[in-house]
């Protein structure tokens, strides 16, 4: 499994106990398939993405969680695990830098080719005052998604609007792939439908 190459580090964020709820986008460990910088594959091996740091998880040989170092890890392809919109649970980095995410950011991969479909998953600590009791309660929560578009070299955020989308297309596969958004009534506000779409375009190359 040549787990060494991930060069790991043991300074797991320490969170206080009182924070409710996860900050991983998966509580139990699930089997991955791990792509290096260098194009080296590694693995299957035991992995939690932590979406509030951006962080690797991983067990190494001897069960110890470990953080995969910044820049070494390419593409997280887990195995048999699906995200809760029901698509693959693929992350990748290496990606121009753009908006607060530099080049060691995961982004789900939503689609790979031409046109690659990511979003940015986030979490953060929500605190809360009960009314009642003035208690203070603290909470793991989901951050807003955003999608980017990766193509031609290009990291650019998305926009669910006909020209951007036609933007993306190369001149001799626009009539098609129109004539495809047309066909299937392709909704531009619907992450599943951008997937069929996107796959269409890349499959066509």
């Known amino acids: 499994m040549n787990l060494e ?22 509580d139990n460990w699930v089997s991955a398939r791990i792509t290096l910088s260098k194009g080296k594959e590694i693995g299957p091996l035991s992995i939690k993405l932590n979406l509030e740091s951006n962080e690797l998880y991983y ?5 110890t969680e470990l953080i995969a170092q910044d820049g070494l890890v390419r593409k997280v392809d887990c195995i048999d695990y ?12 290496g990606y121009p830098d753009i908006d607060k995410q530099d080049e060691n950011f995961y982004y789900q991969v939503y689609t790979e080719g031409k046109i690659e479909l990511l979003a940015k998953k986030c979490k953060y600590i929500r605190s809360e005052k009960n ?7 603290k909470a793991f929560v989901d951050g ?11 990291m650019q955020g998305f926009h669910p609007t006909k020209e951007f989308i036609s933007s ?13 958004i047309e066909n299937n009534k392709i ?3 619907k992450i599943a439908d951008l997937i069929k779409l996107f796959n269409y375009y890349n499959s066509s190359h």
């Not at 009314?131 to 309660?137: F, K, P, Q, V």
Request: contains cysteine.
């Open 131 to 137: 009314d009642l009791t003035g208690e203070m309660s």
């Open 59 to 63: 067990l190494d040989s001897a069960n």
């Open 5 to 26: 190459d991930l060069d790991g580090h043991s300074l797991l964020k320490k969170y206080d106990p009182d924070v409710t709820g996860s900050p991983f986008i998966n």
């Open 168 to 180: 993306l297309f190369e001149e001799d596969k626009e009539q098609a792939t129109k004539a495809f």
């Open 187 to 189: 909704n531009f506000k």
């Open 82 to 93: 699906y995200s809760k919109d029901g698509s693959n649970c693929v992350f990748k980095s």
């Open 144 to 154: 807003a998604v955003v999608l980017y578009v990766y193509a031609y070299g290009l």
